[in-house]
């Protein structure tokens, strides 16, 4: 089960995000569902459209049972099977 203190070590296909911290100042506030992962992407189903947006030079908020957490895209820069067990 994904809460926020584990979040980091389970796949994120089907959560919704948004970036919080870019360095790209355009895509700041964009949101959606991931519907892709791979060890450096996260494919985006937004209202624009679908988005590819590197990982790691973003900050991601997500919602989880009600509560809020950023994660540093250079933390969760690894394929989801990488990630397992990895405590950050």
């Known amino acids: 089960m994904i ?3 584990t979040i980091s070590r389970h796949e ?3 959560l919704n995000t948004e970036i919080v911290k870019s360095t790209n ?3 700041i506030g964009l949101n959606g569902t991931i519907i892709n992962e791979t060890k450096s992407m996260f494919t985006i189903n937004t209202k624009k459209g679908i988005k590819n947006i590197p990982k ?4 991601w908020k997500f ?3 009600g509560k809020e957490t950023t994660i ?3 933390k969760i820069a690894k394929r ?3 990630r397992i067990g ?3």
């Open 3 to 5: 809460t926020v203190d």
């Open 12 to 14: 994120l296909i089907g």
């Open 25 to 27: 100042q355009e895509v």
């Open 56 to 59: 790691s030079v973003n900050d």
């Open 63 to 65: 919602i989880i049972e």
């Open 72 to 74: 540093n895209g250079s």
């Open 80 to 82: 989801s099977f990488e």
């Open 86 to 88: 990895v405590k950050i």
